[in-house]
DNA sequence: AAAATTCTTAGACGCATGTCCATATTTATA
DNA sequence: TATAAATATGGACATGCGTCTAAGAATTTT
């Protein structure tokens, strides 16, 4: 990571992260993420290469970058004020809806970036530790039989699972079903 | 995949993948999977670099047949005769017993190649599929509220999560505590 | 407004990649 | 054994990567 887009951003960062991330989802629209260089981003989006790099390591550096600002848009701040037993649906549920605007693209981008690619491999990861993290920091006063950061992956590892399920596959489960396999498989635990 | 090693191999073929195999994991026992060149495999392996590709795509795919190689090893040929019941715990205790024998290497090679590397990412996937595969393909008669193969990819998830958490990170957990940690996590579900 | 600081930009550098081809060597077939 | 097919080898090729430096532009500080 070359730049921490975490922090507040001049208003150059933010153009710059703007561009590239529009261009990088144009490109991964028309063909698979290996294929993609710096420089053809580089041109679509009028940025030379060295400016490219002041800000990313490579692409999969800015692929990060852009799920981290699309994943800003799913306001979370109230996960800990939720009530313990209603949290893994609601958590669920935002994804869900959230995702739910994004089909069209989503199909497009997966018919070039196959699920065993690097997209797909970097998008998982992503989730996973996004809602680990997310857990984690929430403490609950539920006492489990395993350390809380096995039960956090575990709820990670499920949840991004039903979601690419719902989402990357195209198995068209509705949100109702999805829930209910996710606390199907997520048995007693709450 | 350049090289299909899962069907029987030349004399030539088995001598190359050997070769190559051992000498990239002696290099990841010294430096991460990001910095190995193919030239430095070839020239440690005395091969040329022509060679390499004639059998696999990139260094990752080299990974990958290791991968392969050393799974022949945890025999499951019979995983189809375990009453559905013990199928899990016996899939587990396998591996787990397997992957006692490399403590020593894992941990070596772990120092240089993290967790959020490709390294981990690669073996990650690597068991999460092959398990996944092995329950697929294993028919059984339970019947359970979800489709089967999310069934399938929850336990490799599951079981992956686990033997990571035992091996890969210093948890130091016994058999038998992962064994009850995993059932616990798998809740009702066999 | 001037000076200092920070960031952008352009170009060049060395190195690794993955492909290709022509030749040599091995393996299989007649 | 002779011939055919398949594979290994060596070298060259274009292209991308990531780094670096020096000069320019924008921003902040004084």
Redesign the pocket.
């Known amino acids: 990571m070359k730049h921490d887009f975490s922090k507040r951003m ?4 933010q153009r ?1 992260l703007e561009d590239f991330s529009r261009v990088l989802f144009e490109a991964l629209t028309e063909t698979s993420i290996e294929n993609i ?4 981003l580089c041109e679509k989006a009028n ?5 490219f ?3 990313f ?3 999969y550096d800015l692929l990060n970058d852009c799920w981290q600002k699309i994943a800003s848009d799913i306001v979370i701040d109230d996960y800990p004020s939720i009530p313990a037993e209603e949290r893994t649906s609601a958590l669920f549920e935002r994804c869900y809806t959230y995702l739910s605007g994004y089909r069209a693209a989503i199909e497009k981008i997966m018919k070039h970036n196959p699920m065993d690619g690097r997209f797909a491999e970097s998008l998982r990861k992503y989730i996973r530790e996004q809602i680990y993290s997310i857990i984690v920091n929430s403490p609950c006063s539920e006492k489990y039989a395993v350390p809380y950061e096995l039960m956090a992956e575990h709820y990670g590892n499920t949840i991004q699972m039903m979601l690419e399920w719902c989402f990357i596959r195209r198995e068209q489960m509705p949100k109702e079903a999805a829930l209910e396999a996710l606390h199907y498989l997520l048995g007693g635990l709450s």
């Open positions: 001049t208003r150059f960062a710059t260089t710096v420089r053809e940025y030379p290469r060295a400016t790099y002041n800000y390591d490579d692409v």
